[in-house]
Protein backbone atom coordinates (compact mmCIF):
# COMPACT_ATOMS: atom_id res chain seq x y z
CA UNK A 1 0.00 0.00 0.00
CA UNK A 2 1.30 3.27 -0.30
CA UNK A 3 1.59 3.94 3.68
CA UNK A 4 3.95 0.74 4.09
CA UNK A 5 5.99 2.65 0.74
CA UNK A 6 6.02 5.99 2.41
CA UNK A 7 7.45 4.22 5.77
CA UNK A 8 9.69 1.43 4.27
CA UNK A 9 10.90 3.88 1.32
CA UNK A 10 10.25 7.18 2.34
CA UNK A 11 10.78 6.98 5.99
CA UNK A 12 8.03 8.75 6.81
CA UNK A 13 6.46 7.53 10.14
CA UNK A 14 3.66 5.28 9.51
CA UNK A 15 0.68 7.17 11.28
CA UNK A 16 1.99 10.31 9.73
CA UNK A 17 1.84 8.14 6.37
CA UNK A 18 -1.56 7.60 7.39
CA UNK A 19 -2.74 10.49 8.32
CA UNK A 20 -1.12 11.69 4.70
CA UNK A 21 -2.72 8.92 2.54
CA UNK A 22 -6.46 9.45 4.32
CA UNK A 23 -6.18 13.21 4.05
CA UNK A 24 -6.34 13.11 -0.03
CA UNK A 25 -8.85 10.66 -0.45
CA UNK A 26 -10.84 8.65 2.27
CA UNK A 27 -9.38 5.21 2.72
CA UNK A 28 -9.29 2.36 5.29
CA UNK A 29 -5.58 1.12 5.24
CA UNK A 30 -4.35 -1.57 7.47
CA UNK A 31 -1.94 0.00 9.95
CA UNK A 32 -1.23 -3.20 12.16
CA UNK A 33 -0.90 -5.22 8.82
CA UNK A 34 1.79 -2.85 8.34
CA UNK A 35 3.51 -2.61 11.44
CA UNK A 36 3.22 -6.02 11.56
CA UNK A 37 5.04 -6.89 8.45
CA UNK A 38 7.51 -4.44 9.39
CA UNK A 39 8.33 -6.61 12.30
CA UNK A 40 8.47 -9.64 10.49
CA UNK A 41 10.69 -8.30 8.31
CA UNK A 42 12.90 -6.75 11.05
CA UNK A 43 12.64 -9.80 13.46
CA UNK A 44 12.71 -12.36 10.90
CA UNK A 45 9.87 -14.06 12.11
CA UNK A 46 7.89 -16.91 9.98
CA UNK A 47 5.19 -18.67 10.79
CA UNK A 48 4.48 -20.52 14.09
CA UNK A 49 1.92 -23.38 14.95
CA UNK A 50 -1.64 -22.25 16.19
CA UNK A 51 -4.35 -24.33 17.70
CA UNK A 52 -8.12 -23.35 18.10
CA UNK A 53 -9.62 -25.91 20.21
CA UNK A 54 -13.47 -26.42 20.95
CA UNK A 55 -14.87 -28.49 23.83
CA UNK A 56 -18.79 -27.53 23.41
CA UNK A 57 -19.74 -28.76 19.99
CA UNK A 58 -23.12 -29.46 20.79
CA UNK A 59 -23.56 -32.81 19.30
CA UNK A 60 -22.35 -31.23 15.95
CA UNK A 61 -21.20 -33.31 13.00
CA UNK A 62 -19.10 -30.30 11.29
CA UNK A 63 -17.37 -28.10 12.97
CA UNK A 64 -15.67 -25.71 10.46
CA UNK A 65 -13.57 -22.46 10.68
CA UNK A 66 -14.01 -19.38 8.78
CA UNK A 67 -11.36 -16.20 8.86
CA UNK A 68 -7.99 -16.12 9.72
CA UNK A 69 -5.59 -15.88 7.01
CA UNK A 70 -7.79 -17.44 4.64
CA UNK A 71 -10.46 -14.97 4.00
CA UNK A 72 -14.20 -15.72 5.13
CA UNK A 73 -15.06 -18.21 2.07
CA UNK A 74 -12.55 -20.86 2.68
CA UNK A 75 -14.25 -22.53 5.62
CA UNK A 76 -11.40 -25.02 7.28
CA UNK A 77 -12.37 -28.29 8.91
CA UNK A 78 -11.25 -29.22 11.98
CA UNK A 79 -10.54 -32.73 13.12
CA UNK A 80 -11.63 -34.59 16.23
CA UNK A 81 -9.48 -35.55 18.69
CA UNK A 82 -10.15 -38.50 20.06
CA UNK A 83 -6.84 -38.07 22.73
CA UNK A 84 -8.17 -34.45 24.06
CA UNK A 85 -12.08 -35.08 23.07
CA UNK A 86 -12.00 -31.76 21.41
CA UNK A 87 -12.10 -30.67 17.65
CA UNK A 88 -9.10 -28.96 16.70
CA UNK A 89 -7.48 -26.77 13.98
CA UNK A 90 -3.88 -25.91 14.11
CA UNK A 91 -2.40 -23.52 10.98
CA UNK A 92 1.07 -21.74 10.78
CA UNK A 93 0.43 -18.67 11.44
CA UNK A 94 2.20 -15.22 11.66
CA UNK A 95 2.45 -13.54 14.45
CA UNK A 96 -0.81 -11.21 14.94
CA UNK A 97 -4.31 -10.96 15.37
CA UNK A 98 -6.71 -13.23 13.56
CA UNK A 99 -10.65 -12.72 13.32
CA UNK A 100 -12.22 -16.26 12.92
CA UNK A 101 -15.81 -17.54 13.09
CA UNK A 102 -17.20 -21.21 14.07
CA UNK A 103 -18.65 -23.00 11.50
CA UNK A 104 -21.53 -25.76 13.11
CA UNK A 105 -23.35 -28.04 10.98
CA UNK A 106 -23.72 -25.10 8.36
CA UNK A 107 -24.66 -22.40 11.08
CA UNK A 108 -22.11 -19.21 11.81
CA UNK A 109 -21.14 -18.41 15.16
CA UNK A 110 -19.09 -17.42 17.79
CA UNK A 111 -17.25 -19.74 20.12
CA UNK A 112 -18.09 -19.27 23.73
CA UNK A 113 -14.55 -20.42 24.75
CA UNK A 114 -12.66 -17.89 22.81
CA UNK A 115 -11.83 -14.27 23.21
CA UNK A 116 -13.83 -11.95 20.75
CA UNK A 117 -14.02 -8.83 19.14
CA UNK A 118 -16.68 -6.56 17.37
CA UNK A 119 -16.30 -5.91 13.69
CA UNK A 120 -18.56 -3.17 12.63
CA UNK A 121 -21.33 -4.89 14.55
CA UNK A 122 -20.79 -8.80 14.30
CA UNK A 123 -19.25 -10.72 16.97
CA UNK A 124 -16.16 -12.64 15.82
CA UNK A 125 -13.69 -14.59 17.56
CA UNK A 126 -10.12 -13.04 18.01
CA UNK A 127 -6.92 -15.43 18.04
CA UNK A 128 -3.50 -13.88 18.95
CA UNK A 129 -0.60 -15.11 17.89
CA UNK A 130 2.57 -14.40 19.66
CA UNK A 131 5.81 -15.87 18.23
CA UNK A 132 8.91 -16.65 21.27
CA UNK A 133 11.13 -14.06 21.47
CA UNK A 134 13.80 -12.66 23.77
CA UNK A 135 13.34 -9.61 26.06
CA UNK A 136 15.47 -7.44 23.13
CA UNK A 137 13.33 -8.64 20.33
CA UNK A 138 10.05 -8.45 22.49
CA UNK A 139 10.81 -4.49 23.14
CA UNK A 140 11.16 -3.80 19.67
CA UNK A 141 8.57 -5.80 18.56
CA UNK A 142 6.23 -3.43 21.00
CA UNK A 143 7.96 -0.64 19.85
CA UNK A 144 7.15 -1.52 15.89
CA UNK A 145 3.28 -2.29 16.73
CA UNK A 146 2.56 1.17 18.60
CA UNK A 147 1.32 4.14 18.02
CA UNK A 148 3.48 6.10 17.05
CA UNK A 149 6.61 4.01 16.98
CA UNK A 150 9.59 5.20 14.94
CA UNK A 151 11.98 2.83 12.89
CA UNK A 152 15.76 3.50 13.99
CA UNK A 153 17.66 4.22 10.82
CA UNK A 154 19.76 0.58 11.07
CA UNK A 155 15.77 -0.95 10.76
CA UNK A 156 15.27 1.69 8.05
CA UNK A 157 18.18 0.60 5.93
CA UNK A 158 17.56 -3.39 6.67
CA UNK A 159 13.99 -2.92 5.11
CA UNK A 160 15.47 -1.37 2.06
CA UNK A 161 18.40 -4.32 1.38
CA UNK A 162 15.41 -6.45 2.21
CA UNK A 163 12.92 -5.03 -0.69
CA UNK A 164 15.23 -3.57 -3.11
CA UNK A 165 15.06 -0.08 -2.75
Not at 13 to 30: F, G, H, L, N, W
Not at 62 to 76: I, M
Request: proline fraction near 4%.
Amino acid sequence: TAVAYMNWVRGIQVDEAYKTVTSIRRCSPKLEAIRSATADMLLGLGPVPATIAVYRHEACTHLQVAGLDVGWNFPLDMEWSRKRQRYELTRPLLQGKYQWKLIMDGTWTASADHPTAQDGGITNNLLEVMADLDASARAQLARIMSIGGELTDAEKSLICKRIGC
